[in-house]
């Protein structure tokens, strides 16, 4: 039976979906994450139209939909209060897909610029 | 006592023991998901390696219309919102709650896919398409592999929503909804990421 | 004790009448089963590539040959490279990881057996997909890496690339989901007291090697994808007059194609990390070093794709960090060697065939890794590349690494599969024969692409005076043949008339021996527990009378289905709608996937 089994981690016979062991989002909670979300995307579009702030354009919206990405990721994905194991079977490959991104972009775009591509 | 929460389903099927505690649906799932954003890192790549390269127009500086495309992002984004509020619902128990959240999800990811219709439209009736430049060709397929995805989500919703309505989708199985749930806002956390590198990024 | 042997009452929604056997097969989600359908497809591949191989040593036995036309021998060295990666190499790693794994961990099945069975399905037909371009003469053409934009329609017109697009991305779609099954299997069925780190070095390695799948296949597929508009909706990826840039297929192939050379690797490791210990009646030496090393080398495996693109004139900092990447992944791989020979060390050693194969892989490997860093040094590569030189590299890694551990995989688990062992005296024959045959194959060519034959081409002039090492080259394939042959001859033989072998005839340390040989359907009376990494070896009563003793009072197994074979044909079929040429037939596939997976989802599992 169950219970006599050597455990590594505790059980949760089913309880994952139901019952977070961490914590326990209200749908209160996830509105507001929602507004947060609507004023980042708000705050996006606006700086993308302000003149003064095209220097630092680009690394401002990649801080901001980093910041929606991994807002949805925890919250609304529930990884944060969710088993680790989950976010690491996830990151991992995430982790590999901005490496690709980051790579093709330095060796098809940066590296060129400079003249050693 | 470790075995009290047990889903009486089918009694004589208690769940089955896992080395991690974790459902492996839900496991298997997020390790799709991981494979997922390789699928969709590499296509982006591609995308941003095209970018600005067209030898022809039309270009996209010239197609790109941000203020629409604002919207059905925000769209999409309450989409996500009207997701966690459902399976929250059904997890409750609630079955109408339940069928207007699902329904609400299914409304706004279809209208998503409206805006994208309307976008795809207009770009080809100024005169580009899959065939025409290197921007024709990396912004159709990037983003019509997303609306794909999309439109496969809201299938999955409606055949949910159905076995919902029928009585199908009680607490004990709100992992169905779950899954569904995990792989709607994938789809939208990758069209956070298009947002920004493909509109916004110039 | 008394009660080792019983049979424990199995649940089954209906129980046993008597089934037809090709409709078993056809419905089957047992791991076991499955695993024997990947294994003996992949074997009969291995034949199939066997013979294309032949077929262009003959060619190239003397220069300015006319066995074979250009033509033909663009088909038959795309297709030899194609089968043996994608039909021989990945599906009898599955194999292994689809029978043993569950074994090994305690467990009755796979996470996922219905996808399990949709996986090896969709291998299936499109394997036969692939290879029905024999049929009508157009089989693939453009090498096994498919270099653009010599497969755009432009220069590939006819329909060979797109049989080689088509068919390899319903092949990778199934790759991708054997991948999520085993990363679940391993994370969620471990028995108890199997933690992670007392797991035997295969299931780890089927671990890591499922990691690379689910992280480098869909790479291809989005290769893959955009070749495939390329051909049949006119986009302009790799067109160059649009600016579509043939390096971008490059970078994405490779990106693909390191790792996967990793996926075929790691499962050897494992193989030959299992069966070492055994035959020299010693733990594994570093156990855990071999485990962080084979995870050094997954990560590693993903940033050094661009050492195949040397010649492409990526700059010097591309080249430099490549070139220092890869030579850091030979440390992880060189430390293994290390470890399995420590394990020797000391070691009671029987030199029965499975250990003559695992020995004889080092050894070879050990070849293959050397000229392998020969080739990371990048000013090294511009003159090795496209030569004879690679060749050679690559099959002493792939066919001295991966080849020789699926043979001693072979004699190491044709027990467990069959209650029978295969003849040890016909297998050292074989081993021999195939050892000689491989090394007259393959050692010349290191000379010969050194002294500047290139590769990939169907003939050569008389002038470079390379005749005599390509005919001792050519030779060698006829002692492989003859390697294998016994090898056949053995397993068909051994099949019927093999000695019983009982649940453990090695002495092996690991769970899979404490079963009976062949397993019954569902593995294990009782799931054992272990606290050990040799639970064979230092708890085997406890391990034997778990697996073998009183059953369990309800083993419930998930009962057999159609609609795996049912949605993989039309997951196959979207990919061959396409030939039609008509932009929405493949919709028709997708409608007919959809359905069996709407099916699937509401077929009861109880």
Redesign the interface.
Known sequence: MADT????TQHHHGADAAHPPGGHATWQTYVIVGVILTVITAVEVGIFYIEAMAGVLVPILLLLSALKFFIVVFWYMHLKFDSK?YSR?FF??LF?AT??VIG?VI??KV??RYG?? | MANTAVVHE?P??PEP????G?P?LK??FW??L???T??FG??IS?YM??KH????GPYSTELLDIPLTSISTFVLLMSSLAMVIALDQVQQGSRRGGAIGIAAVAVLGSLFLGFQAYEFTHFYHEGLT??T??F???FF?LTG?HGAHVSLGV?WLL?LLIQLLRGGLPPGKSLQLEIAGLYWHFVDIVWIAIFTLVYLIE | MATLEARAPVTQPHPTKKKNVVWDLMTTVDHKKIGLLYGVTALFFMVVGGIEATLIRIQLAKPENDFLSADAYNQIFTMHGTTMVFLVGMPIAVALFNYIVPLQIGARDV??PRLNALSYWIFLFGALFMNSSFLIGQAPNGGWFGYANLTSEQYSPGMNIDFWALGLQALGAAS?MG???F??TI?????????LMRMPLFTWMALLTS?LI??????F???L??IT?DRF?????FVT?????PV?WQ??FW?FGHPEVYILILPAFGIVSEIIPVFSRKPLFGYAVMVYSGALIALIG??VW?HHMFATG?????DAFFTVSTMIIAIPTGVKIFNWIATMWGGKIRFTTPMLYAIGMLITFTIGGVSGVMHATSPHDLQQTDTYFVVAHFHYVLIGGLIFAIFASLFYWFPKYTGRLMSDRWGKVNFWLFFIGFNMTFMPQHWIGLLGMPRRVFTYSAELNLTGLNQLSTAGVFVQILGVAVLFGNVLWSLKRGAPSGPNPWGGATLEWATTSPPPEHNFNR?P?V?TREPMWLESAAAEDAARGTPEP?I?LPPSSYWPIFTAFGAVLTFVLFLTNLWWAPLIGLTWT?LGA?NWAYEPT?
């Open positions: 089994h050597a455990h590594d194991i079977v991992a490959p590999l490496l690709v093709m060796l098809f590296l060129p050693v591509g | 089918h004589h099927h023991y896992t080395a991690t974790l492996t496991l298997g390790v799709f991981g494979s997922e390789l699928f590499s296509l591609m390696v095209y390269e067209s030898v022809v899959l065939q430049n290197l024709g060709s990396s397929v592999f299938i055949v | 996470a996922f991708i991948g999520v099954n990363i679940t994370l969620n069925l471990r028995a108890p007291g199997m933690k990691f689910v992280t480098a296949l869909p790479v597929a989005v290769a994808f955009l508009f909706w006119g986009t302009t990826f007059q649009a600016g579509g840039d971008l970078h994405l990106m993903w940033g661009a990526m700059g010097p900092i591309a799931i527990v606290h309800h419930h959809t709407i109880h």
